[in-house]
Nanobody
Framework: QVQLVESGGGLVQPGGSLRLSCAAS????????MGWYRQAPGKGRELVAV???????NYAESVKGRFTISRDNAKNTVNLQMNSLSPEDTAVYYC???????????????WGQGTQVTVSS
């Protein structure tokens, strides 16, 4: 099994910053892409940012210039630094990882349980 555990969510005022972290553990051979998604109340889950194993990031237009994704392959972790937060960023944030469990195994995506980010004054 593979587990993803997120941390770092909370309540922050508009203009503030938060840093989310996600650690993957379990039966892991290698991890391809890692990313963050979010789901606001009444809306579907959307991609926030994704990063390849080689460190190439890709961002949703709405967060470009404000959020930064990074990863540590040795620790199987991915982080999301969120700056200049606005109420529109309020959502449950989910970590995602594309994990291979063996050298010949087909990779599959795993999800964390989600962490709440609330931006409000």
């Amino acid at each position: 099994q593979v587990q993803l555990v997120e941390s770092g969510g909370g309540l922050v005022q508009p203009g503030g910053s938060l840093r989310l972290s996600c650690a993957a553990s379990g039966s892991i051979f290698s991890i391809n892409d890692m990313g963050w998604y979010r789901q606001a109340p009444g809306k579907g889950r959307e991609l926030v940012a994704v990063i390849t194993r080689g460190g190439s990031p890709n961002y949703a237009e709405s967060v470009k210039g404000r959020f930064t994704i990074s990863r540590d392959n040795a620790k199987n972790t991915v982080n999301l630094q969120m700056n200049s937060l606005s109420p529109e960023d309020t959502a449950v944030y989910y970590c995602n990882a594309d994990v291979s469990r063996g050298i010949l195994a087909v990779s599959q995506h795993y999800w964390g349980q989600g962490t709440q980010v609330t931006v409000s004054s």
